[in-house]
């Protein structure tokens, strides 16, 4: 980062992206069908307005669509002491064995970063969690082992051949946005997973993917659009506001991506031949940005990715985005802002309040142009 580029970053303020939104506005429950979403449509200063199931109408032949097909995991574990203290675990990240795929194979026992509520109650010992598996009475346990700032090491142990993707789905909870102020549901565990989801490992869901269908992505793929799959696994610092007035002092969480060969030559493929690279959310726009090298080339890779977009990145592969609506002072407004410009996207916000759109996970959308 030169002198020029470190001085004009040192001038953005996170106060510079907000707006004020009506807490009625946040949509806390999706519609009832998926592509019934309004879809705002941002292009090069033109606002116009439109539904989601119009998106096939809006997408050329030749261009490609990304998206991130992670799947969110059942993350809120719930225990209790023989005190009968009620302890809750939160898994950001796997550690033993590391690799999110093994893990979630692991029988027996794995080992977990995790965030504990009502931690002053779990100052040793281990706890239980006892469910049901058919006729058989599965004990899950929970034994601390270390504590790194706010987040706990965490060994998990049971006593029946479950792989402890079985041992999340019949114990856990999916977790949902803080900001609803509401618990899970049961409609939680299929509407706040896209259709396409498949690879195990977000604590939140990449939620601009919420309103496609099956049916919509087959009209898609039928008009020549063709569709890449990466996988970036959401953490827990998606909901993290910026609490810095200087942004180079706030440090973006960790999250695990991947891109396999044929994602890779199919955007290569799509920049080569001068045709558009559409996200699918800012998930899909950080991990392809993360991968690529400086001359916008894309190889299958796999790694771990800080990357913070703000206003004056130059983008390497992204050309379009389609997203929700965000926080206020969050680094994906700020993200947004970068490819539309701040002013821009403040006022199509401003636009969206106005013309009563819904906003956030279960919101409606935007497509930049």
Known sequence: MNTIELTALKNIKIEDYTYDLPEEKIAKFPLADREASRLLIYDRGVVSETFFSQVPALLK????????????IYARLFF???????IEIFCLEPLVPADYARNFESNYYCEWSCMVGNLKKWRDGAIFCRFKRGQDEVVLKAEKLGQTGGE???RFSWNKELSFSEVLEYCGKIPIPPYLNRESEDSDKIRYQ??????EGSVAAPTAGLHFTPELLKEIEEKGVQIARVTLHVGLGTFR???VDNILEHHMHSEFYQIDEEAAEKINRAKESGHRVICVGTTSCRTIESAADKNGK???????????????????????LITNFH????TLVMLVSALAGREQVLSAYEEAVKEKYRFFSFGDAMFIK
């Open 327 to 330: 926080l206020p002072e969050s």
């Open 194 to 199: 896209t259709v396409y989801s498949r690879e």
């Open 152 to 154: 706990v090491h965490v």
């Open 298 to 320: 894309l190889h299958a890779t796999n790694g771990w990715t800080e990357i913070f977009i703000y206003p004056g990145y130059e983008f390497k592969v992204l050309d379009c």
């Open 80 to 86: 209790q002491k023989e005190t009968g203290a009620h």
């Open 61 to 72: 032949s030749g261009q490609t669509l990304i998206f991130n097909n992670t799947k969110v």
């Open 241 to 243: 506001p910026v609490k």
